[in-house]
């Protein structure tokens, strides 16, 4: 099924019912209204404030949003993926965000901050007027019902909108009218914890107004009740997790557990309703035939996704294939390297592997000619899997996975640990159920679950980067459990390991050998066992294990983190500038 939100999206745009311009160039809270219309003609009546809403949408997508900023910038590096590497660097821009040698004169955070707070706004503007309308309550009972899923939606995406500033930036400015009813637009930064806790209480509002996805028309471009309980169980285990505190210390509330409880029992709610939201029995089918292929997932394992434009414009669409991913004919970037340590965080038997990692590039026969190990790109979004793959164009229309079922399941698993020093036999059957498909449905290829807390956590910790990797969610979760230095040093000493081919990596191949002229890897020898000698015949080489590892990732990997700062961001110079009361922390 072909998705046709974007073009909704922009006509919310067009009918006049923003106040805030998402462009770049302007500053925080800079008011510019883009029309002539008023609030009283915009929720006047159904149609219009469904415009007004999906304009609310439209702050998500773009280079600025989920396009590709907040998606393939802002979550790295990590222990999956390094971004931008090579030179130059220092660039002031995307290699030293990801690298963490960010300066508050990046070039490339006022725009996703401007943007974010935009999206705020139209937001505030529709969770005001809407229950204001006449027809709110005394329409019929269909327009009441829509006008409830209006702002159930509206409520929820300005939760989205906070939770990204917030996990970016730590306390923020908040904002809950409309710009032209606050009497104070240039507050000092609030307390993230208040801020979460009026997200949490909204978004439990909302799961009484919006309705699960089988009582609705709507595609999972638009939030169903399903997303936001989602988005409540993520939101409390950030409200219940560490962060970092202005006395530049990793912390986290007395009252955590709290938390993890609104986390499990959001989860249960849903997994509750498995017909509304299930498994696909594919972990490739997710991604190539419904995110690639610009269809909907058929089982609602993707709760919710970003509409994109597919039409090749900054504002609305997603670079994702483009920037990221396999190259074809030496077209795209190729930006964001898979760590050799996380491919051979994969067994041989996980199918999850050959879909996050693409160990290859496109010549223009269609061909697939083999990348080195630590060249490799990630797999999820390749532009091979879309109808792009011999388009020039940067924009792809592919959508951005926001929160996934199999998400649900290890957030449950997760909560039901930390509450009962231990898993219960229905957070090992949630941990299961996601390790059962990623080996196909055998049984006997996912191990044992261990019964202890320790155990438990680790476990799920490792599944969450196999499960989740290249989706924009493990920088943030090694942050909400405290533990992003320690995978950045272990990982960095896993790589040394594996450059200077020390045990256990001098039993891996220092060359992988493939055929060439196929239209998929023929790979001529094993990823676990030495090089053999002599080459196969026929066959085409390329570095594996060694040191090029340092030299290509090494060089750049994490190399500028400091603990008690680098896990946040440097508020904008631009922002500081229009808002005086906007500080600037943690030695930025």
Known sequence: MKRNLYNKLMLGCLSGVLVLSAASCKRY??????SSFGT?????????????????YSALGGDQGYGIRISMYYPYDNDEMMGQGGTPYPDNERRDIA?????????????????????????????????????YTSGSAFEQSQLKHMLG???????????????????????????????????????????????LSDLQEAATLVPWRSATTVTNERITQGAVRALRARIALFRGGYSLRLNRQMERPANYKDFYQIALDECKAIMDKSSEHNLNSSFQAVFKDALGAKRQEPNGEIIWEV?????????????????????YNNQGNSALTILP??????????????????????????????????????????????????????????????????????????????????????????????????????????GVTPSDYTGF????????????????????????????????????????????????????????????????MNWANSFYKPSPSPAPAGSTSV??????????????YAIGFTAGKSELLPIPISAREANPFLTQDFGY
């Open 341 to 446: 340590s996380y491919f051979y965080a994969f067994d041989s038997a996980d199918t999850r592997r050959d879909v996050t990692c693409a160990p290859y590039n496109i010549a223009a026969d269609r061909n697939l000619e083999a990348r080195t190990l630590q060249t490799m790109v990630d797999g999820k979004f390749r532009r091979d899997w879309t109808n792009q793959l011999t388009s020039a164009a940067q924009y792809f229309g592919t959508n951005w996975p926001m929160i996934r079922f199999s998400d649900v399941l290890l957030m449950y698993a997760e909560a039901d640990n930390e509450l009962n020093n231990g898993p219960s036999a229905a957070a090992k059957a949630a941990f299961e159920k996601v390790r059962l498909r990623a080996y196909g449905g055998d049984a006997s290829k996912i």
């Open 153 to 199: 939606e509206a409520l929820t995406l300005r939760a989205q909108f906070y939770f990204e500033l917030i996990r970016n930036w730590g306390d923020v400015p908040a904002h809950f009218l409309p710009s032209s009813l606050e009497t104070d637009l240039f507050k000092a930064k609030t307390d993230r914890d208040s801020i979460y806790d009026v997200l």
């Open 99 to 135: 690298h963490f040698n960010v300066q508050p004169s990046n070039t490339q955070l006022a725009g996703p901050f401007n943007q974010l707070y935009s999206g705020v706004e139209r937001a505030n503007i529709c969770i005001y007027n809407i229950p204001r309308m006449a027809m």
């Open 543 to 556: 570095a594996w294990v060694g040191t090029g590892i340092r030299s290509t990732i090494l060089t750049y």
């Open 457 to 520: 956590f680790n476990a799920v910790m490792k599944e969450r980067m196999l499960e989740l990797g290249g989706e924009g969610i493990r920088k943030y979760d090694l942050l909400r459990w405290n533990k992003l230095k320690e995978r950045i040093d272990a990982t960095k000493a896993q790589l040394e390991a594996m450059a200077s081919r020390q045990a256990p990596y001098d039993q891996y191949p220092a060359t992988m050998y493939y055929i060439k002229g196929t239209p998929y």
């Open 29 to 34: 809270l800079e008011v510019e209204p883009v």
């Open 307 to 327: 509409g994109m434009s597919g039409g090749g414009s900054g504002f609305g669409d997603s670079k994702l294939g483009y920037y990221n991913g396999p190259r």
């Open 40 to 56: 009283d003609y915009v929720f006047s009546n159904v149609p219009n404030a469904e415009k007004a809403v999906l304009g609310i």
